[in-house]
């Protein structure tokens, strides 16, 4: 279990971390092109979630990878299934199932993953 945690984490980090990189160094009016919810965003907001999921994606596998305060990689974990809720109550506004099924499938995962490294796998 705890290789397949490992498969988790860097599949979800490398996810996050090029979501992140887009959000907050692509300009807003270029991201309403891909990502329809940008509208609803200012631009400022739309690079905060870039940031955190960026954040997010270090946090799942440096600090456990170094063993440098490793309880960062379940909260990471947390944050990005945070995240992950607060994305699908947005396209359940906007009526987008199918981004509410990738985003719940991505909530599932940080979830998983949260659970095996605060419990029984923990680093």
Known sequence: MNVSLWVLQIVLAGMFAMSGITKSTQPRRKLLGKLRWVEDYSAGTVRFIGIVELLGA??????????????????????????????????????????????????????VIAWGRFGPYSL
């Not at 719940?104 to 940080?110: H, K, Q, T």
């Open 58 to 111: 270090i946090g799942l596998v440096v600090p456990a990878a170094t063993g440098i305060v490793p309880v960062l990689t379940p909260l990471a974990a947390t944050g990005l299934a945070v995240v992950m809720a607060l994305a699908t109550n947005t396209h359940r506004r906007r009526r987008e199932p199918s981004a509410i099924a990738f985003t719940a499938v991505l909530f599932a995962v940080a979830v």
